[in-house]
T-cell receptor, first 117, second 111 residues
Framework: GAVVSQHPSRVICKSGTSVKIECRSLDFQATTMFWYRQFPKKSLMLMATSNEGSKATYEQGVEKDKFLINHASLTLSTLTVTSAHPEDSSFYIC?????????????FGEGSWLTVV | QKEVEQNSGPLSVPEGAIASLNCTYSDRGSQSFFWYRQYSGKSPELIMSIYSNGDKEDGRFTAQLNKASQYVSLLIRDSQPSDSATYLCACENSGNTPLVFGKGTRLSVIA
């Protein structure tokens, strides 16, 4: 079954509005989660590292005021796309590391398709 | 700069054959290595993880790691058309650092 869950799986919003995407670790605690964006037929692009209880770390070129990340608990991180525009339409995916006996394993959520019209 | 290199493909193999996917990485500090499968329009799905030198087998999949050569591979035995997807190689340096991904190899298994 799923280890990391994302919601919603698909969302359509009007240009200028904000959209919130949730990422939950289902049976483990994650002090860190990662947010990616992927355009069709392109590679995964890391947007930011979400840190529980502190500010997110954004990759170069990613606007922190546009992509708000909140990691308020050990099992939930949210990504809010503010003032969305059609060019923000993309596949957004989160991931979280789960610690095992041999090391960390990174699991991905199911992803969220955002369409801005 | 940490890099992971993969041949973009497409790699075409006939059904029932062995598919061999290769990956090299630049960061000698990498500790954990992963292979993900991504179908078009879907999220990456973990296939294999490997942490120490040698081979690790899971069903039809075998991951191989050679830290001295900075090389990771994935073998898929008895390839099936359903294995057709993009395979992503990824490396991790430490517990809470983001994965460094290769661009992926597109595999096509021909029935």
């Amino acid at each position: 079954g799923a280890v990391v869950s994302q919601h919603p799986s698909r969302v359509i919003c009007k240009s200028g509005t904000s959209v919130k995407i949730e990422c939950r670790s289902l049976d483990f605690q994650a002090t860190t989660m990662f947010w990616y964006r992927q355009f069709p037929k392109k590679s995964l692009m890391l947007m930011a590292t979400s840190n529980e209880g502190s500010k997110a770390t954004y990759e170069q070129g990613v606007e922190k005021d546009k992509f708000l990340i909140n990691h308020a608990s050990l099992t939930l991180s949210t990504l809010t796309v503010t003032s969305a525009h059609p060019e923000d339409s993309s596949f957004y995916i989160c991931s979280a590391p789960k610690t095992g006996f041999t090391g960390n394993t990174i699991y991905f959520g199911e992803g969220s398709w955002l369409t801005v019209v | 700069q940490k890099e992971v290199e993969q041949n973009s493909g497409p790699l075409s193999v006939p059904e029932g054959a062995i598919a061999s996917l290769n990956c090299t990485y630049s960061d000698r500090g990498s500790q954990s290595f992963f292979w993900y499968r991504q179908y078009s329009g879907k999220s990456p799905e973990l296939i294999m993880s490997i942490y120490s030198n040698g081979d690790k087998e899971d069903g039809r999949f075998t991951a191989q790691l050679n830290k001295a050569s900075q090389y990771v591979s994935l073998l898929i035995r008895d390839s099936q058309p359903s294995d057709s997807a993009t395979y992503l190689c990824a490396c991790e340096n430490s517990g809470n650092t983001p994965l460094v991904f290769g661009k992926g190899t597109r595999l096509s298994v021909i029935a």
